[in-house]
């Protein structure tokens, strides 16, 4: 890692006024967590993106919940990593006012993020795909679950392709993008939208963005500091020179 870039981007989230992060699967890849478009994206030779669809579910509700079940009891068997870790810290110390991100396996909050907004939403929730009833898992579903109101399917309360994001979240994330003049994405391809725009929202309005990834990605060609590394040893590596 290159130490004057890991230094000047250290600076430049010391001196910003309003310094968010946005998320991607990356950031959970040190915590044995497969990423979607990696080389350990694909599952049973299905590609997510067939699966995280409302179509999918409605030909096939008992495969989408045995992926799912499949991704909660290897969710369940995980711990945030150093990445995550850093973000607390960033967040106690008042350095980090806000987290957006795509993933719904919950590490953040587990690993004590607060001011957390989960615009994908989180793979324990439950939604009825007949009424208006909402529920959590503890545990990895077995079967299709039903709903205790109406007795139909219930879904994960997630965000498949084809679907709108919650619009209060997106509301209170809009807000944060306007306030922000620093930004760290960390682990996302920047291939899904609107969450692959929220960076350079931040960007058009004159903040830093900052990215650390195992590889380029669409947004690096606009960043202002790319950290090539992996988010579990970049993150605290940036921590140790935010003293
Ligand atoms: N550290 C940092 N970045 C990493 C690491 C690591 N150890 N390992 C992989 N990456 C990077 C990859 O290079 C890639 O750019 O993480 C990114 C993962 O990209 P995706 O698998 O596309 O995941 P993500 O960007 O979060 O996907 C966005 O798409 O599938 C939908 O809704 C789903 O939220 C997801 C959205």
Known sequence: MNGVL???AADAILNADYFIALTGAGISKESKIPTF??????????????LATPSAFTRNPSLIWEWYAWRQGLIS????????????????????????????????IRAGSVNV???HGDLWTLKCTSCNYRGRLMQPATGIPSCPQC???????????GELLDPVIMDHVYTELERADACIVIGTSALVQPAASFPLIVKQRGGKIIEVNVEPTMLTG?????????????LPALDELMI
């Open 117 to 119: 907004h989960e615009v």
């Open 222 to 234: 606009t960043v202002d500091f790319y950290l090539s590394g992996k988010a579990g040893e970049t």
């Open 37 to 50: 478009r990696g080389e350990d994206g694909l599952w049973r030779n299905y590609d997510a993106m067939e």
């Open 151 to 161: 007795n139909n399917h219930l879904r994960p309360d997630v965000v498949w392709f």
């Open 77 to 108: 068997e995980c711990e945030p990593n150093p990445a995550h870790n850093t973000l607390v810290r960033w967040e106690e110390r008042g350095i980090l006012k806000t987290l957006i991100t795509q993933n719904v396996d919950g590490l953040h």
């Open 6 to 8: 890991l230094k000047e």
